[in-house]
């Protein structure tokens, strides 16, 4: 069955995107990861424009986003405060990541950077989960005790100025680290479409020493407002955002990730991000490959601006 999507300007086949909604739903729950790192490039791969597929997936990770939330909210695992500090540097990596995007777009050179930034990233991201998990799987077998951080020991972000006080995470820190945090995963959902957990959950848990019962839900709290924003500045600026797609790639998100928690509940740790990491560096070289192969066609008539 095919649909039109107005703003990718292209029919698609409505079973197939909702199948891959499905698909990085299912791995979304099993993983418990955002699945914007890996939606976005299936979206490019698929046919629609790179600058299409980066703002119709920050509007779905909102939708995604919002029932997480409102759940650690309930528990009382969301650091407000800190949430607010993240959220402010958010906002502002958000408007400079559109602007880049719109300039982008203007040159005719989206596709390359979007390109460049998710083998770039996947690839350095993939290779470290990977590394890390397989020694992790050595020492399991081998018996011997994994390495734990204290969560008393202080690092060079305690010695910063400009310090706060976040009751709710039991910590007394500076303001400019949770604000360069938030700027830095702003950027990441502005120009490559994802929520940016993957990179703020490993961060406060590790340079920040917030506790683990809170990081995700001020995680979630942040990435709501920071992916709503992104989407209304695509939207008005870029005319980028495809709510027909987002549609179908929310209903298929949903469903899959009801089935990936079941499987995901069956793994140990470590498996899982063996397995997410190969999965990442998989996505990786099909993009790595993609930028250096010969395309089927290699003129194109259209216009030099408006990312397609």
Excluded at 256 to 261: K, N, R
Aim: aromatic fraction near 8%.
């Amino acid at each position: 069955m095919q649909i039109y999507l107005p703003i990718a300007e292209l029919s698609v086949n409505a079973f197939v995107i909702l199948g891959m909604g499905g698909a990085v739903g299912f791995l979304s729950g099993m993983f418990g990861v955002g699945g914007g790192f890996l939606m976005t490039p299936l979206l490019i791969f698929s046919g629609i424009p790179s600058s299409v597929a980066v703002a119709t997936e920050a509007n779905q990770i909102v939708a995604s986003s919002v029932s997480g939330a409102v759940a650690q909210w309930q528990r009382n695992n969301v650091d407000i405060k800190l949430g607010t500090v993240l959220l402010i540097g958010g906002i502002a990596g958000a408007i400079l990541g559109v602007q880049i995007v719109k300039v982008l777009r203007e040159l005719g050179q989206v596709d390359l950077i979007i390109a460049l930034s998710y083998v770039t990233f996947l690839g350095t991201i993939g290779t470290l989960m990977l590394i890390e998990s397989l020694n992790a799987i050595r020492k399991s077998r081998a018996g011997e005790p994994v390495a734990a951080r204290k969560s008393g020991q202080h690092n060079w972000i305690h010695g910063l100025p400009f310090k706060m006080r976040f009751k709710r995470s039991k910590l007394y820190i500076s303001a400019i680290p949770p604000l360069l945090l938030g700027a830095f995963v702003g950027l990441l959902a502005a120009i490559m479409g994802v929520g940016g957990g993957f990179v703020m959950v490993p961060a406060m848990i590790y340079l920040l020493r917030v506790p683990t019962n809170v990081v995700v839900g001020t995680s979630l709290f942040q990435i709501v407002f920071v992916t709503a924003v992104t989407t209304i500045l695509h939207a008005t600026q870029n005319q980028t955002v495809d709510a027909v797609l987002a549609m179908m790639l929310m209903v298929g998100g949903v469903i899959g990730a009801q089935f990936g928690v079941r499987v995901g509940q069956r793994l140990r740790g470590e498996q899982l991000r063996a397995l997410l990491a190969i999965l990442v560096l998989g996505v990786c070289a099909r993009l790595a490959y993609n930028l250096v192969a010969m395309p089927g066609e290699l003129y194109s008539i259209g216009p030099a601006f408006g990312g397609h």
